[in-house]
């Protein structure tokens, strides 16, 4: 007598492994791969049309109302690509992949890798007429082996195999692509490696921006966008998205340069960037909008740029009476005091122009004593290094080199380590694809029978045009291996 239960045991297994199989199967239909993908097709709508946090500097709640933002708020819109919806599609087609991959894997495989089979007479005879070609050749069984062997050989085929070689009779089968039924499943792992390095990316990465004004040096960043394994600290007394790079980032010099024809508008404009790491010089490089500085993994493009309202100013103090002796070399800033031991003086610059009157790049000057003004201030002009000596009766004069409009210089800030990774996923897919694509596994024989040859080949999937191709290769075979005269018969 069964013990009741156990049969209530068998029956509940039986019935969760039915289950558990009928999941399975849901988990590696195509249907469901479809499914998923329109889905993420229409969760990047708003992550396109909507504006998201981290990647604007633009707040969604000040561009939108409202209601619309607390909406916006409930489900997520405005981080679209890391919403809840959108991480577990993604999580939900990793699954999918993997479970149509281990289904098909073994079989396709098997394919792959299988060893040829002696084809027979009836085999042959079962081919569709125009994939089989005949003729007749006065070569000998091991001669028409050896010339066979050296004719199909090819770095674009496997190695011929020989499958008969025994009274008067040889065979001869090579494969082309046979690893094309599998490069499905390089694009399905190429696509899982693509999410790793963005998990990688998502977790450890950063995105943010610094504006350095030309000649100064910063060690924080403007944060929008951090993973939670990020690693960067909090700049004291900071703002809340302000965080330590770990090093000093200079902006040694900063050039803009305008079109002729368009003064206000930039051509181009470069920044010259130093990173320093306890005062010492670790890297320097010109930095432009496509050719970024990178350091221990971080990239600094060139974003943007900004006036300062400032002028850099490189003057000559001349004394009268001994101008070649007694020059002093000044590098000052508007309203920075600075001083000219040699003459006795103290000065500030007020003002800068581009053009005074029409006499050109001009610099206003005042003279201080004990800190405050004394006398009136005077112009200096660039273009007429005498005008200092002629208008002031002092013992000195000064002379302009340079005057210079200072900028500061946008920088975009981004670490990404998931990059390696997934470069190397887009690589591995775009190959699997070509491979699916383009290549076939055709499987090819080659039999001899006392004089009689008989050639043929199958292929799996994409057949036009085959049967063409099948005819060209026997007439290359059969000028190579036919010594008789041309009697040949294709049937």
Not at 73 to 88: E, G, K, N, R
Not at 287 to 294: D, F, G, I, M, W
Not at 377 to 405: A, C, I, M, T
Request: hydrophobic share 45%.
């Amino acid at each position: 007598m069964v013990d009741p239960g156990r049969r209530r045991w068998e029956n509940l297994t039986g019935m969760m492994g039915h289950f558990v199989d009928r999941i399975w199967d849901a988990l590696a239909s195509v249907k469901l791969t479809i499914v998923i993908l329109v889905g993420l097709l229409v969760l990047a709508v708003p992550g396109t049309v909507v504006l998201q946090y981290n990647v604007s500097n633009v707040d969604p709640g000040l561009q939108y109302g409202y209601n619309f933002w607390a909406f916006g708020q409930a489900i997520q819109l405005f981080t679209a690509y890391h919403s809840v919806w959108y991480v577990a599609l993604v999580v939900l087609l990793s699954i999918n992949l993997i479970a149509c991959s281990v289904n098909r894997w073994p079989q396709m495989l098997k394919l792959a890798i299988a060893k040829p089979v002696l084809w027979s007479q009836e085999t042959f005879a079962r081919q569709e007429p125009t994939h089989v070609h005949k003729w007749k050749t006065s070569l000998s069984a091991e001669k028409f082996r050896e010339e066979a062997l050296a004719v199909v050989a090819s770095p674009f085929a496997s190695k011929p195999t020989v499958l008969k070689d025994s009274s008067g009779s040889v065979q001869i089968f090579w494969q082309v692509g046979r690893w094309s039924r599998i490069a499905n499943y390089l694009v399905h792992t190429s696509l899982l490696v693509i999410f790793l390095g963005a998990i990688v990316s998502a977790l450890y990465g950063f995105e943010g921006a610094a504006n350095i004004p030309s000649g100064d040096a910063v060690d924080t960043l403007i944060v929008f966008k951090e993973g939670k394994e990020s690693g960067l600290q909090h700049a004291e007394g900071g703002l809340v998205n302000e965080k330590l790079l770990g090093f000093r980032l200079r902006a040694k010099d900063f050039r803009v340069k305008f079109y002729d024809d368009f003064p206000g508008r930039p051509e181009a404009f470069t920044t010259r960037l130093q990173v320093l790491e306890d005062g010492v010089p670790m890297k320097e490089q010109s930095v432009t909008v496509n050719e970024p500085l990178e350091y221990k993994g971080i990239r600094f493009y060139q974003a943007s740029y900004g006036r300062m309202n400032n002028y850099e100013i490189q003057l000559r103090a001349i004394l009268r009476d001994r101008p070649l002796e007694g020059q002093v070399f000044k590098k000052v800033r508007l309203g920075e005091p600075f001083s000219l031991p040699n003459m006795k003086a103290d000065l500030v610059a007020l003002q800068a122009l581009g053009d005074v009157q029409g006499f050109g790049p001009g610099v206003q000057f005042q003279s201080l004593k004990a800190g405050k003004p004394d006398g009136k201030p005077f112009w200096v002009l660039k273009d007429h290094q005498n005008f200092d000596f002629d208008s002031r009766k002092e013992s000195y004069g000064l002379v302009l080199d340079e005057v210079r409009e200072m900028f500061y210089t946008g920088l975009q800030i981004a670490y990404d380590p998931g990059a390696p990774i997934y470069w190397w996923g887009c690589f591995g897919m775009l190959l699997g694809t070509f491979y699916a694509l383009f290549m076939t596994h055709k499987k090819y024989y080659l039999n001899y029978d006392n004089g009689e040859v008989l050639f043929t080949g199958t292929i799996h999937r994409l057949p036009f045009g085959f049967a063409q191709a099948l005819e060209r290769k026997a007439t290359h075979l059969r000028g190579q291996l036919s010594a008789a005269p041309d009697s040949q018969a294709k049937g």
